[in-house]
C-alpha cells in the first residue's frame, strides 16, 4: 500500500487545515517515508500535526527551487537526506510581481541547514522509489513558458524542476510538483527510468492554466498512454481539470486538496 497525504496545496475544503499557494505532500511507501515540498510556509508542518501525522521521514525531496514549494524550509529542522537538483539554488525573479521567488537561502545557509544531495542524474531512493534527475524535455508541445527571469534578465527555464517515480505492481506512479519540464517529459523519463510503460497514476501540479494546444496534446498522451489515474492540483486551472474530466473518459480524474488521503 502506498499512502500519499496532501500536506499543502492551492485548494482546501477542510476548515480545520490551513493552506496555501504551494504544494507540499508526505509519501509513505513500502517501508520509506518522504516529504516531497514544503510549500510557502508552515501550513504543511501545522495540518501535519492537526492530521496527527508525525513527519517521521526518511529523505525530504525538492521538486524545484520556487517560493512556493522551498519557502517552508524556514520552518523545518532535519538531519535527513535532502535531494534536489543544483539549479535548485538558481536566484529567480518572478515576472508577475517583480521579486525574488527562489530558494530562500544561500549556497552556504543551505549546506549548513540541511544534509543536501545535488544530482542531475536519477538517484535511486531506494530499489522502488527514484528522483528522476533532470528531466529530457523532447516533446515540442511542453515547456512553451515560463513565470520567472534569472538575474541577467533571461528566461528561467527551470533545468532544476524535477519529480519522482515509484515502481509498483500495478505499474509506475509519477509525482510531480509544478510540471514545468512538462508534464508529459516527466512521465517518459519515469518510464525510462523504471523500464516500464504502464502508468498507473500521474499525481502533482501540471502547470497548465488554459486549454490551449498544450492542455489538449497532454490528454491526448494521457489517453494513448493508457493513464490509469490522474490526480490534479497546485497550478493546475479549474477549466483544465474540468477539460481533462471531460476528455479522458475511462481514466479516473481526481482533484487535490489540503488534507486529502490517496491510497494506491
Do not use: W
Not at 144 to 169: L, N
Not at 247 to 258: A, F, L, Q
Amino acid at each position: 500500500m502506498i499512502t500519499i497525504t496532501i500536506l499543502n496545496d492551492d485548494r482546501c475544503y477542510n476548515d480545520k487545515l490551513c493552506s496555501c499557494h504551494g504544494f507540499s505532500i508526505y509519501v509513505e511507501c513500502q517501508n520509506v517515508k518522504f516529504l516531497f515540498d514544503v510549500g510557502q510556509d508552515d501550513s504543511f508542518l501545522k495540518n501535519a500535526q492537526t492530521l496527527g501525522i508525525n513527519l517521521d521521514m526518511d529523505y525530504i525531496v525538492l521538486s524545484h527551487g520556487h517560493y512556493d514549494h522551498t519557502d517552508g524550509l524556514k520552518f523545518l529542522n532535519s538531519s535527513k537526506p535532502l535531494i534536489c537538483h543544483p539549479e535548485c539554488l538558481s536566484k529567480r525573479i518572478s515576472k508577475r510581481s517583480g521579486k525574488y521567488n527562489g530558494l530562500p537561502f544561500t549556497k552556504e545557509e543551505f549546506e549548513k541547514k540541511f544534509n543536501v544531495i545535488y544530482s542531475v542524474k536519477p538517484y535511486k531512493i531506494s530499489e522502488n522509489i527514484i528522483f528522476l534527475g533532470e528531466i529530457n524535455r523532447i516533446f515540442p508541445f511542453e515547456c512553451k513558458s515560463f513565470p520567472s527571469i534569472r538575474e541577467d534578465g533571461t528566461d528561467d527555464t527551470a533545468p532544476d524542476d524535477s519529480g519522482v517515480v515509484i515502481k509498483s505492481e500495478e505499474g509506475i506512479i509519477v509525482i510531480t510538483g509544478c510540471g514545468h519540464s512538462g508534464v508529459c517529459n516527466t512521465i517518459e523519463q519515469a518510464k525510462q527510468i523504471a523500464k516500464d510503460d504502464r502508468i498507473y497514476a500521474v499525481l502533482g501540479g501540471f502547470h497548465l492554466k488554459d486549454v490551449d494546444a498544450q492542455t489538449q496534446e497532454t490528454v491526448e498522451y494521457m489517453r494513448k498512454n493508457n493513464v490509469k489515474n490522474i490526480f490534479l492540483g497546485h497550478c493546475t486551472s479549474n477549466p483544465v481539470i474540468d477539460y481533462f474530466k471531460e476528455r479522458c473518459e475511462g481514466i479516473n480524474i481526481d482533484v487535490i486538496s489540503t488534507g486529502k488521503e490517496i491510497h494506491l
